[in-house]
């Protein structure tokens, strides 16, 4: 692996550990979750924006971590919607079906939409 990768994924992992230690450590986890899995980065974004809701005892450090963590989080969901919007194909919704609860106004605007989710999911990632 390259250094660069090595150092964005320990500033990566630094950012999480800096969110656990603020709290995200207690939440439930998720009924998807194995035992013992880690919080998805999209929990602990989603942690401390909830924990930023009172500017006053906010902790700068745990806002800047959660920035960090920005990128891996919309790679998250951009799997998570790729595997819906898949899963929602095989079980026989149609384009114009699909379109629409995503707030699309075609068929063709939802495929281009998976295509791009697509492509971002497997873009190089940012630095």
Known sequence: MPA????RAAALDR???TVNRAG???LAPRPWQHPGQPASDVDLVRFAAWSARHPETVDPAVLDA???LLAPARAELDQIESGLLFAARASGMTWPQIAEPL???SAQAAQQRLGRVLHR??????S
């Open 4 to 7: 660069d990768d090595l150092h």
């Open 15 to 17: 950012s999480r550990a």
């Open 24 to 26: 995200a450590a207690g």
């Open 66 to 68: 959660a920035l960090r």
């Open 103 to 105: 707030g699309l106004g």
């Open 121 to 126: 999911s497997s873009a190089a990632p940012e």
